[in-house]
């Protein structure tokens, strides 16, 4: 019934409610949840929370979320810094580097290109990108926005530019999932599948 929740308990539940692809339902679940916690918990989460904007910065080079600048990517002499990962948010770094498939370092454009939303080259770090290939020895640009419209199209303008500045630029490979049933494919996902086969001849 409303009204019926404390306050303090109706705060955290519309907080938590921010959080993408929480409902009401679950965000008062995960509050009560807390609730539930021994009080030295629930501080030591509000202050995990806290510390975030106090310590976390963006990366002076690389542009991800680091509590260091440069941060530790960047800073590592054994990454292979002719290769540069273009990415769309820190948490595609983040992915990526769980992987463990690539040792060269990142750019962090912050976002995708989305005219309609007001959303333009001049919103995102591409003159960044284009300064860093001119002044750093990069010999490779790798690509890897997501395969949507709007990382498509950031993709495609990426190429446009690095290629005039004879800048080698691929694009990472889309398609069928491991473990992923053919006939569930979308034909977007199985027509970016067909373009980035691999010659098995070899």
Avoid at 5 to 18: D, G, H, T
Avoid at 40 to 68: D, N, P
Avoid at 154 to 182: Q, V
Wanted: net charge neutral; aromatic share 4%; proline share 5%.
């Amino acid at each position: 019934m409303p009204g019926s929740m404390p306050p303090a308990l109706e705060r955290l539940v519309k907080n938590l409610q921010r959080l993408p692809g929480v409902g009401e339902k679950s965000a008062t679940r995960h509050a009560l949840q807390i609730l539930r916690w021994p009080s030295a918990q629930a501080r030591e989460l509000a202050e995990s929370i806290a510390l975030l904007h106090e310590r976390i910065g963006l990366c002076s080079r690389c542009y991800t979320f680091s509590e260091q600048d440069p941060c530790s990517i960047c800073s590592n002499p054994k990454r292979e810094d002719s290769i540069i990962c273009v990415v769309e948010e820190p948490g595609d770094v983040l992915a990526i580097e769980k992987a463990g498939c690539f040792q060269g370092l990142y750019h962090v454009l912050q976002g995708v290109l989305a005219p309609m939303e007001g959303i333009g080259p001049e919103q995102l770090k591409i003159r960044e990108l284009l300064a860093r290939v001119q002044n750093e020895a990069v010999k490779e640009v790798i690509i890897a926005t997501s395969s949507t419209a709007a990382g498509e199209a950031t993709a495609s303008y990426l190429s446009g530019l690095l290629s005039e500045k004879g800048i080698r630029t691929s694009r990472i490979a889309c398609g069928i999932p491991m473990g992923a049933d053919l006939k569930y494919a979308d034909h977007v996902t199985l027509k970016r599948a067909m373009e980035c086969r691999t010659d098995l001849s070899r």
